[in-house]
């Protein structure tokens, strides 16, 4: 890694831990800054704060304590799940100490270049695509980021000749300076995180993040079937790479008979493809884009696009029983990603939805539940899914009390030829503390059907 000095004997507050805190206060440590954490729970129950206890780094824990600004902080590298609301960041930003995310640090110590992800869909799946298919042309990948991996954790070991795939969401980006991907990708733009952000336009402003520092010898991939990614990304300096389901562009890639292309080369037949959905074409061209850039192989691409079937807790084939589909969609957190799964699917479906109430309706799902059959609903939404199921006219609905139970009452009401979809359209922490837990739990539930 690159042996930065800009932290060495500066104070910087690393504020809030999971594994992105602990990476950071770890790395801090060895760039040799004088590190404090800060974290919500108390000590006797939080056994990464006492790691770092044990590696010479001080730790305050059970409470955020607003008079730690008053210590001279140089930085405040601040967990992306804090809100920026959260009285220390208010109070850092009012002293003027730059607030950054562990993404910052990656970068600047990354020897690799990096591949920047994010947009409000799709970010996952087209990470994981990108990595498997410059994998599969020999390019040394590494995969980090939103998808799991600590960025700074894998930057730490990353070489100059590797390159980084990281998936990047808008909570990471607001808290960078420097931070300048070669490659950057945004898969789309909706509505979400409006708890977080506020507002749609300062959403969009944390997206368009990724692509603020980057020059003229990099490249930025977008939707070229959204106007408002191009105007929220219209300062770029980076080559702007269109791709598109809907129509041919000069420069990037889309579709055309029957196949994708990038630009005038015929990349991969459409019908070679065995991930599921239409959805899932905009996260292809995207990872088809930056493969094109690096020179990857239509043989490497081909590859991958024949035989990968989908990443885990999106759209993710589960099992078939008795001549019934299960798939695990866990990572569907909106509406949005919800109406992508159910369109992916023209079976009968029985569809289990619910999670976090974050105050929104769920009427945009209704023109989406025409396939639907079964609805079976779980968790603070679940009665604003029995409304929205009534309303689309679905026949029988059941609500339950969690994802376990949810399964075997699918099972009961399923035929030969359905589908049996997980697709909450909302997050998952009123019973699950990740999405992850919930997507294993349905698989769990699944697997001991009978």
């Known amino acids: 890694m690159k042996k930065i000095t800009k932290f060495k004997h500066k104070k910087v507050l690393v504020l809030g831990l999971a594994k992105s805190g602990v990476s950071a206060a770890s790395l801090l440590h060895k760039l040799e800054a004088f590190v404090t ?80 992800i994010t947009g409000t869909n799709g970010k996952t799946t087209t990470t994981t695509l990108l990595f498997e298919m410059l994998k599969e042309d020999n390019q040394k990948p590494l995969i980090a980021g939103n998808i799991g991996t600590v960025a700074s954790e894998v930057a730490q070991n990353a070489k100059e000749d590797e390159k980084m795939v990281v998936e990047l969401s808008s909570f990471q980006l607001m808290g960078i300076e420097e931070f300048a991907p070669h490659v950057a990708i945004i898969t789309n733009l909706y509505d979400a995180h409006l708890d977080y952000h506020g507002d749609l336009s300062e959403y969009w402003r944390a997206k368009s993040n990724i692509t603020k520092n980057q020059t003229e010898k990099d490249y930025l991939i977008i939707n070229g079937d959204q106007d408002h990614v191009q105007e929220a990304v219209s300062f770029t300096k980076a080559r702007v790479i269109l791709f598109s389901t809907q129509k041919e562009v000069r420069d990037g890639a889309h579709i055309k008979d029957g196949a994708i292309y990038f630009k005038d080369d015929r990349v991969v037949e459409l019908d070679s493809i065995v991930l599921p959905g239409e959805h899932n074409l905009e996260n292809i061209l995207c990872a088809v884009a930056a493969c094109k850039i690096y020179g990857v192989s239509n043989n490497s691409i081909q590859k991958v696009l024949s035989t990968f079937g989908g990443v885990k807790h999106r759209t993710q084939f589960v099992r078939e029983l008795n001549g019934v589909k299960y798939y695990n969609d866990s990572k569907a957190t909106n509406s949005l990603a919800t109406k992508s799964a159910l369109k992916a699917f023209d079976s009968p479906t029985i569809l289990l939805a619910g999670g976090l109430d974050r105050g929104n309706e769920f009427d945009d799902l209704i023109p989406f539940l025409s396939k639907v059959k079964t609805l079976i609903t779980f968790g603070e939404t679940s009665s604003k899914l029995v409304k929205t199921g009534e309303k689309a006219g679905i026949q029988t609905i059941i609500p339950v009390d969690n994802v376990e139970e949810a399964v075997p009452v699918a099972f009961k009401n399923a035929e030969e030829g359905d589908v049996i979809l997980l697709s909450p359209a909302c997050a998952s922490w009123d019973q699950y503390r990740t999405f992850e837990q919930r997507g294993d739990i349905f698989i769990e539930a699944v697997h001991k059907l009978k």
Do not use: R, W
């Open 37 to 116: 954490v800060n974290d919500q729970k108390p000590l006797s129950e939080n056994p990464e704060a006492q790691g770092l206890l044990q590696e010479g780094i001080k730790v305050i824990c059970g409470s955020h304590p607003i008079e730690l600004l008053d210590e001279g902080f140089q930085y405040v590298i601040k967990n992306p799940g804090i809100p920026y609301h959260n009285p220390l960041i208010q109070k850092a930003i009012e002293k003027n100490i730059p607030v950054l995310t562990e993404v910052e640090l990656a970068y600047l110590i990354s020897e690799a270049e990096m591949i920047g």
